[in-house]
Every structure is written in C-alpha cells, then in structure tokens.
T-cell receptor
C-alpha cells in the first residue's frame, strides 16, 4: 500500500528552527510537495522536490532523499504566523497526490 | 502562481437539498481537476479526479450519485452534493492542474454545513 508518515504535532519557540520529517512508501515517485495549511483555509504551496538534495526558499528549506523515502521541511527564524499544519504529499506514478495526515506546528513566544 | 477560484466559500443548506460548488481556473487551462474533502484536524481525502470532457474517476467509497462532478470546460469544474445530509458537512477543496505540470493549484475551499 501507499503510506506517508509525518509527526502529528510539534511545538517550537518563536525565533527558533524546526524540522518536520516525512517518510513515504508509494507506487512510483514523481516528486514530493510540502504545503502549509492554516485552520479553515485551503493548503498553500511551499516547495517541490523531485531530485535529491536541499531546496532553499527564504526561511523555508526542503530536503529529499529518494533512496531513503525521506524528506524534511526546515523552518528557520520561526514566527507566530508559522503556526499551521504542514502537509507532505507525494506524487505517485499515476501523477496522483498521496497525502500525509499533516503535522500541526505550534509556535510559542 | 496560477489562480484557482472556488465558490462559494461558505454555504449552509437544509437537509435534503442539493448544493453546487464551482471551481474555476482563472489564468490557465485546467485539464485535470481534483476534488478533496477534509474533516476537522484531518488530512485531505481525495474524492475524485476529473479530466476535461470525460467522466470523473471516483475514489473507493465515494458515492458518484451523491457527489456529482462535471468538468465540461478547461476552466470550470463543479461538484454537486445531492440530497445533502448533516454528515456531508465538511470542508471541500478543489485543485487544478495543467497538462504537463506537476503542481496543482488549490481553490480557497468551501465550508458546507447541512442543517
């Protein structure tokens, strides 16, 4: 079966760094996405990785290791507005997105 | 990025009535559209995938006669919840993708409450 695992909830302090991990087992791989979702809103795109390595975009970075079926989203200089759910999604061989359950990130002052 | 407009953002309807939700791609041709349902504090659940001009492909467990999907043009897909019941209350989100693109763009979502 297809499976995406990520922690249910994480807590971090404003100004700090947090890493949200995602492991996956899917039928085929056409890229991995990270989305941010605030409560009651649709997800917004953060990053897309299809090759191994680190992609940096401002305060957010995303890493992928295809051989390990592993990705992480790194958030630096955390701000209160970063409190949200972070969804990991993998595009399988049929170009369908397989979604993780999301990680709720709580930022404390 | 590309813009997907979903309407309405919130709707309250009486049990037994039908509700139509629209999803429009404003600046690109959406050859594929996806409809998701999301329960509180849960991840997105794919309901169906529709390709322009053809019948939607429904995920297992999703009633095609209850959740009618029409994708008649390259910029518009609709989801109609027929004979709605309180258990259909949920957050429905569409996303759209252009041919050859891997990224799908999301609409704003529709909060449906059936009373």
């Amino acid at each position: 079966g297809q499976n995406i695992d990520q922690p249910t909830e994480m807590t971090a302090t404003e100004g700090a760094i947090v890493q949200i991990n995602c492991t996956y087992q899917t039928s085929g791989f056409n890229g991995l996405f990270w989305y941010q979702q605030h409560a009651g809103e649709a997800p917004t795109f953060l990053s897309y990785n299809v090759l191994d390595g680190l992609e940096e975009k401002g305060r957010f970075s995303s890493f992928l290791s295809r051989s390990k079926g592993y990705s992480y989203l790194l958030l630096k200089e955390l701000q209160m507005k970063d409190s949200a759910s972070y969804l990991c999604a993998v595009m399988d061989s049929n170009y369908q997105l397989i979604w993780g359950a999301g990680t709720k990130l709580i930022i404390k002052p | 990025g590309a813009v997907v407009s979903q309407h309405p953002s919130r709707v309250i309807c009486k049990s037994g009535t039908s509700v139509k939700i629209e999803c429009r791609s404003l600046d690109f041709q959406a050859t594929t559209m996806f409809w998701y349902r999301q329960f509180p504090k849960k991840s997105l659940m794919l309901m169906a995938t529709s390709n322009e001009g053809s019948k939607a492909t429904y995920e297992q467990g999703v009633e095609k006669d209850k959740f009618l999907i029409n994708h008649a043009s390259l910029t518009l897909s609709t989801l109609t919840v027929t004979s709605a019941h309180p258990e259909d209350s949920s957050f429905y989100i569409c996303s759209a993708r252009e041919t050859g693109d891997t990224e799908a763009f999301f609409g704003q979502g529709t909060r449906l409450t059936v009373v």
